[in-house]
C-alpha cells in the first residue's frame, strides 16, 4: 500500500478541527513519554517507534478514535478497557470520540510498550 501522506500532520488536516484537537492530545500524549519516539506514517496511519521497532499506532474514523499498542499491550490493560466500557480486539481499543480521550491510560501504555521494548533490546 503506498502512503497517501508525508507526515502526521498532513494526516490530521483529514478531520474536523475538533478530531484533530482529540488527534493531537493523543499525539502529545504519546510522545511525552520518552525522548527518542520518532513519528511516521505506518499502514497508512500515523505510527511511532522507539528504537527502530514500532511502539503504536492510531487512526481517526467518524465514531472513534482506533490505538493500537499490539497484543501485549491490549492484552496488559483488558480490565482498563472493560471498566471503562470501550471496545477492544486483540491488538486495538476504540475511544469514541464524543467522550474525553483517557490520557493517563494512553500513557501507562505506551510506558508499557516502551519498557518491552526495552527488555527485548
Known amino acids: 500500500m503506498e502512503n497517501s501522506f508525508q507526515n502526521i500532520n498532513e494526516y490530521l488536516l483529514l478531520f474536523p478541527?475538533?478530531?484533530?484537537?482529540?488527534?493531537?492530545?493523543?499525539?502529545?500524549?504519546?510522545?511525552?513519554?520518552?525522548?527518542?519516539?520518532?513519528?511516521?506514517?505506518?499502514?497508512?496511519?500515523?505510527?511511532?517507534?522507539?528504537?527502530?521497532k514500532p511502539l503504536v499506532y492510531f487512526s481517526g474514523y467518524k465514531k472513534h478514535i482506533g490505538f493500537y499498542p499490539g497484543a501485549e499491550g491490549i492484552k496488559n490493560f483488558e480490565n482498563d478497557f472493560k471498566a471503562l466500557k470501550y471496545k477492544f480486539s486483540k491488538g486495538a481499543v476504540q475511544f469514541p470520540i464524543q467522550e474525553e480521550l483517557p490520557t493517563t491510560l494512553i500513557k501507562k501504555i505506551v510506558s508499557f510498550r516502551i519498557k518491552e521494548i526495552n527488555k527485548k533490546s
Open 17 to 52: 478541527e475538533e478530531v484533530q484537537e482529540k488527534l493531537e492530545e493523543l499525539r502529545k500524549a504519546i510522545l511525552s513519554q520518552t525522548p527518542g519516539i520518532e513519528e511516521y506514517i505506518g499502514y497508512q496511519m500515523p505510527a511511532f517507534k522507539y528504537k527502530g
